[in-house]
């Protein structure tokens, strides 16, 4: 197929060549956006009379058919053309004739791909920012029947101290939530049109670059017109925002694997988002989770592609730059697909709540709020420490819990007769339900707290 800026004869080009360069079985996924950024310039071109005004019509309206018909699969994206921009215009000119030859005046296919593109990346942008609010509100129904579900709390993987699990789910929405934000800013960034910017030097026609921009429903007009073919950074954006989310999601996806284990049982996965094993008839396998982890590595992968396709570029526009589509694509596909994956692995949890309550039974996790309960009787913290932990040490040696002390064991550390302290109180104080309920502050584990925070996020997922 002869290309758009051949004139015939000598030009060919080596067939293995032309199949390299080729881009049209990935662009044509931008065919849709390219008619509406299509159809702008033709109208912008009739009402600034460089086209006859019944030209752009036609153009308009055989854009309009052409759309109808790929949406109907009785047209498709011709594979041979270079691009998914020379289809068009090709078909145009099969359709139109002349008329079909007039659409490419006051445009390049530089500002061309780029208008179609960010186009793209920002409905992509607010299509994942949808997909994470989703997200969120999974974790939500969840966290709404677990608020005064006990849980170890961990660092460095060693149980710690008493949360719920409702906090647990919490935390995942405190960072879903930024990254429901960053694709929100990624989206207002990528709100400009680079349409009219040409080749990269404008054009000498009278090209009205905030028509079309006002008609395709951008918010501004790029302010250079090299910058506007050159730059991706609305894609880079995406991928980074992206990144990020894959980052969080694979390490939730970590703590569910965990969680599903035999060694923890904290929860039994349902057969909704979990697999069997081919050879282990007793097995239940966290598959979805574990391949959300895998996915990861890929999405951060194609965020150092795009970095590096674009950083050895000199301005303007060059071809390296087509590269962006297939890595974006891919980039969307996997975060989309990960986050509706993680959705129902979430809602279908079955969390094994006299598991997880039994965990805070070994471990000493109270032994934090034995030294607050020193503290508030007027023991400096250190000392009080240094008493809770004699305590702890002790218990250890008895091999029974700290709930389980008596009078005796205070004999430890003095700080516990000075400070008059019964062991039945301290005992009632060590209640992990307790130790989570006076844990009030903004974000803590508190069931009112917990409470706050989930409906502060359901009223920001209803504002929309
Ligand atoms: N398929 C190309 C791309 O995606 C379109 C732009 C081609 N422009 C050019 N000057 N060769 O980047």
Redesign the pocket.
Known sequence: MSKL?QTGGAEELDPMVEKF?S??E??SRLVFEDIECSQAHAIMLGEQGIIPRQDASALVDELARIRKELEAGSLRVDLAA?????FLEDELTRRLGDVGKSIHAGR???D???AA?KLHVRSACRRTRGLVRNAIAACLDVADEHIGTLMPGYTHLQRAQPVTLAHHLLAWCAALERDAGRFADAAIRADESPLGAG?LAGSGLSVDRERTAGLIGFARVSTNTMDAVADRDAAIEYAAAAATLMAHLSRFCEDIVLWASSEYGFVKLSPRASTGSSIMPQKRNPDPAELIRGKAGRVFGDLQALLAMEKGTPYA?N?D??E??ALFFELEDTVNGALGAFCVLVKSLEPDIARMRAALDAGYLEATDVAEFLVKRGVPFRTAYQASKLLVQRCIDAKKGLREITQADFSVHEAFEKAGISAAELAQYLEPQACVARRMQTGGPAPLRVREQIERLRAWLALE
């Open positions: 800026w360069l881009s049209v990935v662009d270079e691009d998914v921009h020379s390049s296919r530089n061309q791909v780029a593109f080749a526009y071809r730059l087509q962006d589509k």
